[in-house]
C-alpha cells in the first residue's frame, strides 16, 4: 500500500529510521528535540493519544495553514530534507512535521501514537495479531520509545513511552487535540485489536445510531471511537481532531488557508459539532466545537 511504503521511506530519508527492519537492534534517532512534557509530568496513561506526526510534501504550505488555523508554534530541528518541525499548542509540545515525497502517489497524512507500557511488547503484539511493523522500536532522544505499526486492516497507527511521561489529564484546551476516530472496515474486529494492545475498555456508543460504533476507553476517560467506514472510496484510517472555538469560524479559514472542507459540521456528543477537512497537502483532520464539561 503506497501510504505505508512512503512512511517508512520518509523516515529513512530523515534519519529517523534507520535501515535494517522490523529485527534490526533498537537504535537511537538521529533528530534531537525537546521532550513532549517540559516540565516531566512522570505520569502514564496508556491508552491515551499523546503524539501526532504530519508526514507532508507540503511542507511551507502545511505550517503556514496550521499556524493560521490553531496558532500552532513550529520549531525546527535538523537539516535540511532531515529536519524535523517540532509543534507546540498552548505552550504544549503536541506532535510533529516532516518533510516527504509522494511523487510515487502515496498520501500525505497524520499518524497518531498510542502510549504504551513497553515500545517492545507492543511489537510483539501486533507482529502477533496480524498487524505490520512499518517502523520498528527505536529511541526518540528525549521524546522516548516510539514505533509505527500498521492495524490488520492497514490503517497505520504510532506508539510511545514517553520519557517525560504524558500530558496530565486535563480537558483540551482550544487548538489542541482532543478526539480520534478510526475509520474501520469491521469496527467490531478492530476493537478487539486495540484492546489488546492498550488494554482499552470497548464501549458502545449509545449515542450513535449506526451500528457498530463504539469507544475505547482507558483510566475511564474515552480515547477515541472505531466506526464503520462511511464510503466505499475510504481505506482505513485514523483520524485526529482538534478542539476549535468556533466551528463556522473554522471552516471559513480552512479555504481561506488552501484547504478542503470535507465534511460540513455535524452534530456530536454533548452538544458539540463536528467537521473533516483537509490541509493543502490533503493530509485529513477533524475539527470540534464543544464547550467545557
Known amino acids: ?6 512512511i517508512t521511506r520518509l523516515l529513512l530519508l530523515t534519519g529517523l529510521l534507520a535501515a535494517g527492519g522490523a529485527h534490526a537492534e533498537k537504535r537511537m534517532v538521529s533528530v ?12 502514564y496513561y496508556p491508552g491515551k493519544f499523546i503524539w501526532h506526526d504530519l508526514f507532508t510534501d507540503k511542507l511551507e504550505d502545511s505550517v503556514d495553514f496550521y499556524q493560521g488555523m490553531f496558532g500552532w508554534e513550529f520549531r525546527k530541528f535538523g537539516p535540511g530534507e532531515r529536519a524535523y518541525y517540532y509543534i507546540t499548542s498552548n505552550g504544549l509540545g503536541v506532535g ?4 516527504q515525497d509522494t511523487n510515487d502517489g502515496a498520501e500525505n497524512q497524520w499518524v497518531s501514537y498510542i502510549s504504551v507500557d513497553n515500545v517492545d511488547a507492543a511489537n510483539n503484539y501486533v507482529v502477533q495479531n496480524g498487524g505490520k511493523v512499518l517502523v520498528s522500536p527505536r529511541i526518540f532522544h528525549q521524546i522516548g520509545d516510539v514505533a509505527i505499526f500498521a492495524d490488520p486492516e492497514g490503517a497505520p497507527f504510532g506508539v510511545i513511552n514517553s520519557l517525560s511521561g504524558d500530558p496530565r489529564e486535563v480537558f483540551p484546551h482550544v487548538g489542541n487535540w482532543i478526539w480520534s476516530d478510526l475509520f474501520a472496515l469491521n469496527p467490531k474486529a478492530q476493537t478487539e485489536f486495540y484492546k489488546g494492545l492498550a488494554d482499552y475498555t470497548v464501549m458502545n456508543n449509545s ?3 449506526i451500528t457498530g460504533d463504539y469507544f475505547l476507553q482507558s483510566n475511564n ?9 462511511p464510503a466505499e472510496d475510504i481505506i482505513p484510517n485514523w483520524l485526529p481532531y482538534v478542539r476549535v472555538n468556533n466551528i463556522n469560524d473554522s471552516i471559513v479559514k480552512v479555504t481561506q488557508l488552501g484547504g478542503q472542507v470535507l465534511l460540513q459540521p455535524s452534530m456530536w456528543i454533548h452538544s458539540g459539532k463536528l467537521a473533516i477537512i483537509s490541509d493543502p497537502g490533503g493530509a ?4 470540534i466545537e464543544i464547550g467545557q464539561p
Do not use: D, E, K, Y
Not at 510533529?96 to 518533510?99: H, N, R, T, W, Y
Open 96 to 99: 510533529g512535521l516532516s518533510q
Open 32 to 43: 534531537v528535540v525537546p521532550p513532549i512534557n517540559q516540565p516531566a509530568t512522570g505520569q
Open 1 to 6: 500500500m503506497n501510504r505505508l511504503i512512503s
Open 284 to 287: 485529513a483532520l477533524g475539527v
Open 207 to 209: 449515542a450513535s445510531a
Open 221 to 229: 476517560v474515552a480515547r477515541g471511537g472505531v466506526v464503520l467506514l
